[in-house]
């Protein structure tokens, strides 16, 4: 077994704190790798306050994790020792459904690997990122360009994909006007991706004093949702609203925001149903629809896009003492944009 150094939440009412447990060995599919950073997801806190389902405990959180390869199994193809190398949220799937034979891990029907949190094929628990090394199958690790600055590159694995994927599904781009709705971790990189795609990018925000930022992140118009005269001039406007808001808000006030035939897409996790009244979507045959994360296939399309367009996060890099404190400031919607844990500090 290998050693590893970690911080963990031995129970949902305890900070995270330092904790020593094992790794398996690299088998011979597996790749090991030293974490070098590791991006502060908001369903860390989630998952480790037990909110979203009863947690597995000790819990060592982190998804978003990039380092260099140290170990690769003996029927390793696609990596090197001394390569950069990257985990998102799953570290395995059942790899014969119907989902993962179309690249769809990510909605597998058999339930996938989550990086943490889960359990592994051999029953064993899995423990995130923040850790100082990992053991992942090859199929399930992703290649990342050096040409990004790398701490930047973490939250791709998770922030990015998660908006990453829906744009591509909806094939989101030149001639589409596009909302991007809240503006925090997965918010900016749906501006940045959205942009990037050729859209029109508008952000709704409750905050006018985001407005600045916004457009420093590549964003067209801004406009703010309280403001009676703003939306006045955009009812009716947007053909893809990109919902990446998880405080409860009023669906039928945004999808008033679509034209005809428009999509509400929904990547933040509201923690009650949503309400929509049936004339919300009858009228303008509007469309409410959902979307996670990305399967393996795409989540490298997108690191290659992120590599070629020159992407990255904007991030806080933050010793893994003062984790804690990060999480109170993320909770607060005090960060621009992610919060990415240094593993140098371990
Ligand atoms: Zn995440
Ligand atoms: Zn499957």
Known sequence: ?????????????????????ERREV??????????????????????????????????????IVGTVTKVGSAVKKFKVGQLAAVGCMGDSCRTCENCKQGLEQYCSNGNVGTYNS????????????????????DFVLHISDKLSLPAVAPLLCAGI????????????????????????????GVKFGVALGAEVTVLSTSPSKEADAKKLGAHKFVVTSDKEQIKNVKGSFDFILDTVSAPHDFNFYLSLLKTNGTH????????????HPFGVIGGR??????????????????????????????????????????????????????????KTL
């Open 1 to 21: 077994m290998i050693a590893t150094k970690g911080y963990a939440a031995q129970s949902p009412t305890t900070d995270l704190a330092p904790w020593n447990f």
């Open 27 to 64: 088998g011979p599919n597996d790749v090991q790798f030293d974490i070098a950073y590791c991006g502060v997801c908001h369903s860390d806190l989630h998952q480790i306050k037990n909110e979203w389902f009863p947690g597995i405990f000790p819990m060592v959180p982190g998804h978003e």
């Open 119 to 138: 359990k592994g094929k051999d029953g064993v628990p899995t423990y995130g990122g923040y850790s100082n090394t990992i053991v992942v199958r090859e």
């Open 162 to 189: 998660t908006t990453y994927s829906p744009l591509k599904h909806w094939k989101v781009g030149k001639g589409h006007k596009l909302a991007v709705l809240g503006l925090g971790g997965l918010g900016h990189m």
């Open 265 to 276: 897409i929904l990547v933040g996790v509201p923690p009650e149903n949503i309400g929509i």
């Open 286 to 343: 509007k469309s409410v629809a959902g979307s996670s994360i990305g399967g393996i296939p795409e989540t490298q399309e997108m690191l290659d896009f992120c590599a070629e367009k020159n992407i990255v996060s904007d991030i806080e890099l933050i010793d893994i003492k003062d984790i804690t404190k990060a999480y109170e400031r993320m909770v607060k919607g005090d960060v621009r944009y992610r919060f990415v844990i240094d593993m």
